[in-house]
């Protein structure tokens, strides 16, 4: 008898465990901040609005973006080990690594769906791996560019006329919901 309820107990739990897999939302939003890890606070704020939405996203340093590459890489092995899709949002420094971690991800058979930047701090190519790249810039900071091998599109918005500048870009309302919005519109089209 007590054999038998063990293993209702387990297949209770089982159960349970597939239920909360399967109902999971399947995404992966990664925002990375900028140099020193103090300045890009507007980051932390659209991971708790994403968040609020039932999002998956987490905030990062700018140091974090390869560990995080190469997990994904390594579950991209595994069958439906990787959630689509991945978004990676970063500014300054965080925007830097946006073509590093497309590229890197590219190179070893993953797809970004979108990458968002926030004032990169100089010209940043695209080789591979990104579909869809919005570069939110306040001034003459650097531009994203095409390399050989990109597939995808760069549309780059000029979000001065909101007051934004290289330490308040990622903190500006109206530039926050610009970026919230098309990380919304890349989740409806899964």
């Known amino acids: 008898m007590k054999l038998s309820r063990f293993f209702v107990s387990l297949f209770c739990l089982f159960s349970a465990l597939a239920l909360s897999v399967g109902s999971a939302r399947a995404e992966e939003v990664y925002l990375i901040r900028g140099g020193f890890d103090i300045?890009?606070?507007?980051m932390n704020d659209m991971a708790k609005a994403l968040q609020a939405k039932g999002v998956k996203a987490s905030v990062n340093g700018i140091l974090a973006w390869k560990g995080i590459a190469d997990d994904i890489i390594k579950r991209s092995k595994v069958k439906k080990g990787v959630s689509y899709p991945i978004i990676f949002l970063g500014h300054s420094l965080g925007a830097d690594a946006a073509p590093e971690f497309a590229n890197y991800l590219g190179e070893n058979g993953v797809i970004v769906d979108l990458v968002i930047g926030f004032d990169a701090?100089?010209?940043?190519?695209?080789?591979?791996?990104?579909?869809k790249v919005i570069n939110y810039h306040s001034s003459a900071m650097g531009p994203y560019v095409e390399g050989p091998g990109f597939r995808g599109t760069i549309t780059a918005v000029d979000v001065s006329k909101f007051g934004a500048t290289h330490f308040t870009v990622e903190k500006i309302k109206g530039v926050q919901d610009l970026a919230l919005a098309a990380v919304m519109s890349q989740l409806r089209r899964r």
Do not use: M, P, Y
């Open 39 to 42: 300045f890009s606070l507007g």
């Open 121 to 131: 701090t100089g010209r940043r190519v695209f080789n591979k791996g990104a579909k």
